[in-house]
């Protein structure tokens, strides 16, 4: 699992800063964060469902990005984006794959069931078996 960190030194490069990108609209930085990475999760630290679907990736052998909602100081902003995104459904966990939308456990659970997580993982370059 990629766990996402509020500031990280690993990426320094030297050199003139460069400009970075803070999207005001919740909605659109969910999206640029769904968009960085082949499986995004969107999770609170402390749900046991959060837990489960993150291990359910990490036993298929996925390397998830998770974006702890808890631990982020907009995290409540992203959530009550990801509402709208859901439609007022519950909120974690909230998963992307490939950018897009998969849903809330129920829904990834039922892709896993009936065959088409492992397409879903294939073709956004997270599973490669």
């Known amino acids: 699992m990629h766990f996402q960190a509020a500031a990280s030194w690993s990426g ?12 005001a609209d919740p909605v ?8 960085e990475n082949a499986v995004v999760i969107f999770s609170i630290s402390t ?8 291990r ?3 036993g298929m052998g996925v390397n998830p990005t998770v974006h702890e ?7 409540k902003d992203l959530e009550r984006a990801l509402m709208r995104l859901l439609g007022g459904t519950s909120v ?13 456990m129920d ?7 009936n065959g088409t997580l492992v397409p879903l993982l294939k073709e956004a370059g997270a599973l490669w078996l």
């Open 12 to 23: 320094y490069v030297a050199g003139p800063p460069r400009a970075v990108v803070v999207a």
């Open 28 to 35: 659109e930085r969910i999206q640029r964060l769904a968009s």
């Open 47 to 54: 749900c046991c469902m959060c837990h489960a679907i993150k």
């Open 56 to 58: 359910l990736f990490c």
């Open 69 to 75: 909602l808890d631990e982020d100081p907009r995290g």
């Open 92 to 104: 974690v966990p909230v998963v992307f794959i490939g950018g897009k939308l998969v849903g809330t």
């Open 107 to 113: 829904r990834v659970m039922a892709c896993h069931i």
